[in-house]
Structures are given as structure tokens and as C-alpha cells.
């Protein structure tokens, strides 16, 4: 019996911006989190229902962006599954996201 898993499109999902990075519908992306916003990102959808969105930064935004600098998004990303976790020394984590299905960035 194969599992199914549901996006609740009503709530919102965390995004995850990455430059030169997307992820595919049923594709598998291996990212290590070391981060600080992105390590409670992950460890806030560890608690719930395990999903976040994988975006694009626009044109090359996000290259060498100061944190908290606001930088623009393509409007479409792709809401991943976390399968897998590895906590990691420091509070960091390796995670390896399953790609469910595309969306758009409100």
C-alpha cells in the first residue's frame, strides 16, 4: 500500500530560496542546513507536517546577499517533503527532500 501525501495549500509553507538550486517533482535533493533562519526552519516543519517550498532566486539575485537583505524569487517553486534527517553537531542538519509538486509563490 503506498502512502500518500497531502499539501494543504490553506497554510502557509515555509521557502526555502537557493541560488543555481531547484528542486523537481519527484526528484530527491540532499541539502545540508547550517544556517541559524534555515536550521529552526527545518526543525519548525520537523514538528509539523514535514513540507517546505524550494525556490529560485531571480536572475541571480541572492549572489552574495547580505542576511536579511530582501531578494527577489521566480514565482514558481517546488514543495518538497522532508524523508529523511540527520541532526548534525551544532544544531545543523542534513536532509534529503522528495519533490511532490510545483507552486506559486504569493
Known amino acids: 500500500m503506498a502512502d500518500t501525501i497531502r499539501v494543504n495549500f490553506g497554510k502557509t509553507i515555509p521557502l526555502f530560496p ?5 528542486l523537481l517533482p ?27 517550498a524550494v525556490g529560485t532566486f ?8 547580505e542576511e536579511g537583505e530582501l531578494t527577489p ?8 517533503y522532508i524523508a529523511q534527517h540527520q541532526p548534525l553537531p551544532g544544531g545543523c542538519y542534513h536532509i534529503r527532500l522528495h519533490g511532490l509538486c510545483r507552486a506559486q509563490i504569493k
Open 58 to 65: 531571480a536572475d541571480g539575485a541572492g549572489d552574495g546577499a
Open 26 to 52: 519527484h526528484a530527491v535533493l540532499e541539502l545540508t542546513i547550517f544556517e541559524p533562519r534555515y536550521r529552526q526552519m527545518v526543525s519548525q516543519c520537523l514538528d509539523r507536517s514535514g513540507q517546505l
Open 18 to 22: 537557493l541560488p543555481h538550486t531547484v
Open 73 to 80: 524569487v521566480r514565482p514558481v517553486a517546488c514543495i518538497g
